[in-house]
Structures are given as C-alpha cells and as structure tokens.
C-alpha cells in the first residue's frame, strides 16, 4: 500500500524509495518485529485466559514434555498477523503473486486454527479430522497451482524447471497443478510435523523464507537472471517483501517461544508457514530448490513415513520416536542441543540452495 507514496514522487526524494522492493522489504521486516514485540504479550495473555489447560500433551510422547503442560497454542496467529500486516502495508498489491502467497497463507493458517481450537476445547490432542484437513488443502492448493500457471510466462507455463540446468524443463502439462498440490501441501505439513520442540520450526522457516526471498528478488529481475543464468518470473520480485515479513514475524515469534516456549506455534502457524514456503516455490519456479532449502522438513516427514510403513510391514520400529527429533529426544539429547544443531543443518541447506542460483 505504501508504494503508492512513490507516485508522489519527482524522480527524486525520500517518496522514490517507496519504488525499491529492497526498501520495502526492510520496512516490512522492522514492521512485523515490531508487531511482534508488540503484541505478543498481550496475546499470549489472552490465549492463556481463554485455553484454561493449554494446548493437550500427548501421552505417548517423550518424558520430558510433561513439564509443558498448560502452554498456550496458537502462537502462529502473532506471525500470521505480522506477517499480514507487513505485506499489506509495503507490497505492491496490484502483484498476483502477493495475493496467492497471501491466499494460501492464511486459508492454511484458518485450517490450522480450526485444528487448534478442536485440540484444545476438547483437551484431545485429536483435532480437525485428517482427511478433512487434506481436503481443504488439497483445495487450497489446486487453486494457487493454477493461479500461478495463469501468471507464469509462456515458456514456463506449466513446466518444471531444474536447478543447474536452465536449458532442461519438463513439461508436466496438466499435471502442473497436482504437483503444485504436491508441493504446496507437502510443505505446509512437513513444517507441521517439525513443530515438535520450543522453537524447532520457526528458524529454519525463517532461514528457508529468506533463501527463497533472495531467489524470489533474483527470479524478478530480468537483468540478474541474464548473470545468473535462471528463469526470468515477472513479477516474483515483490515476494521478497513478503518473505521480509515472515522474518520479523518469526524473530518475534521465536522471543517467546524459545526454550523454555512460553506459547507454541500450533497449526495455526505452521501450516500456514509450511503453505507459504510451498506457494512461493511454485510462483518462483523453484520447486526442487525448496526440497534442498528446506531439507529439515523433508527428513522430519520422511522419518513419519518411514516409521510407519515399516511398522505396518513388519511390526518393529526404525526410529525410537517419529518425527526424528524425537528419536534424539529418546537417546538422551536435550532439547536445546536437538534445536540448534537443526538451525545449523537448516543454514547449511539455504546456502546449498543459494548456490543454485549458478553464475556464468
């Protein structure tokens, strides 16, 4: 909204700012931090009020989680709003990108506050049924597949592109918006399953927004993607502002949910992070560059699908606990070490995933 105050612009002058995605990118981080500082203790305040015994600890789950009863859920509502209010404020909203991270966002984050609400009115830690909540997302996603394709340039519409090897694009057709839901839904419930310890999920999402706020920017620019040698996505640019805002929004999320959390992300933050990261990959085109980005959430939800199966198949386990960060739970790991030592292994994946962007 506020790029519009460029128009009062001369060419010259504070107002030409506005005109800078990277200008209003930094307006964005600083407005959703401050958002964040700002509210999130009277919202923990209130979810505490309203939720009376906090979000329902699992009974099965490692020992040590006991000690957590009472926390509040619902914390992603801070990021949610931050973020919202930071892309409303300093996107372009004439930008169909904007509006379908925006739409995916915060019909995932609806789906998970839906989710909450069911876990912790019923004090069960059964919420919204499963095959409902895949429903409306495999909804959700189809819809901003499709939108994407309509945005998409020509030569890209409905094509899958490599990292590495701009020459080579698959053409998946009509099969572009079920690997969009593929992606997107992907995403937003591998980020789901990572949310298990006091601030596990929000810094590696944090880490795989801005990798992909960078590729967004360079994705946008007709002039980088020459040097760079990648696609050229009009209009992809304006993500970076978006990104921004998931920045200081986690940063002031992460400052009441670092150990010991005094508020939980819930479904309501991851899923709608999860289907951000996802939404952004398929505008961008960089779909196989999420999975190295966001690596963590791949082997969070590979370990649950492994877990299982070979459960089914032969009745034994393959981890001690699924997702794996419960397995190191499980060997004796404390959780502060379990946590950073994933933000490391979520950095080093980011700059793999930078390093796609291959200079001449």
Known sequence: ????????????????????ITFRAGGAFLTALIFGFLFGQPLINVLRRTQGKGQPIRGDGPEGHIAKAGTPTMGGLLIVGALLTSTLLWARLDNPFVWLVLFVTMSYAAIGFADDYAKVSKQSSAGVSGKVRLLLGFLIAAVAGFWASLYHPEA?????????????????????VPFSIIVIVGAANAVNLTDGLDGLAIMPVMIAAGTLGI??????????????????????????IFTAGIFGGGLGFLWYNAPPAAV????????????????????????IVLAIVGGLFVVEALSVIIQVLYFKRTGKRVFLMAPIH???????????????????????????GLATLKVR
């Open 1 to 20: 909204m506020l790029y519009w105050l460029a128009e009062l612009s001369d060419g010259g002058g504070a107002f030409n700012l506005f005109r800078y």
């Open 156 to 176: 890209l519409t409905g094509q899958l592109a490599f990292p590495f090897f701009k020459n080579f694009l698959l053409d998946l057709g009509l099969l572009f």
């Open 215 to 240: 590729i967004a920017y360079a994705v946008g620019r007709v002039d980088v993607t020459e040097y760079l040698d990648v696609h050229y996505v009009p209009g992809t640019g304006e993500l970076l």
């Open 264 to 287: 939980f992300m819930g479904d309501t933050g991851s899923l709608a992070l999860g289907g951000a990261l996802g939404a952004i990959a398929v505008a961008t085109k960089h779909e």
């Open 326 to 352: 419960h397995h190191y739970e499980k060997k004796g790991w404390a959780e502060p070490q379990i946590v950073i030592r994933f933000w490391i292994i979520s950095l080093i994946l980011a700059l793999i």
